[in-house]
């Protein structure tokens, strides 16, 4: 099962090339995602990623600002999932 870290640097990693199409040394942990940097489709298809990688199901539930604001977000969410 992955760790904390090794999960945010996947999503990082997905965010830079994916959506941001940047280099994930330059996508910090705390990167603001939902002021304009990622829409609804995006959105979507980063979360078919986490459950695709992951092995997990996101209900309707966890889609709430507070856990796709940052990449450290998503990483904590996709753990609370694994555990």
Same mark, same amino acid.
């Given at each position: 099962m992955?760790d904390?870290?090794?999960?945010?640097?996947a999503v990082?990693?997905y965010?830079?090339?994916?959506?941001?199409?940047?280099?994930?040394?330059?996508?910090p =942990?705390?990167? =603001?995602l939902?002021t304009?940097?990622? @829409?609804?489709? =995006?959105?979507?298809?980063?979360m078919?990623?986490?459950e695709?990688?992951f092995?997990?199901e996101? @209900?309707?539930?966890?889609?709430v600002?507070r856990?796709f604001?940052?990449?450290h977000?998503? =990483?904590?969410l996709v753990c609370s999932?694994l555990?």
């Amino acid at each position: 099962m992955p760790d904390e870290t090794g999960v945010e640097l996947a999503v990082r990693r997905y965010l830079a090339s994916s959506i941001l199409f940047d280099d994930a040394s330059r996508v910090p =942990a705390d990167l =603001a995602l939902l002021t304009g940097r990622v @829409d609804s489709i =995006a959105l979507k298809r980063l979360m078919t990623f986490l459950e695709e990688e992951f092995d997990i199901e996101l @209900d309707d539930d966890d889609v709430v600002e507070r856990n796709f604001s940052t990449p450290h977000d998503i =990483a904590l969410l996709v753990c609370s999932k694994l555990s």
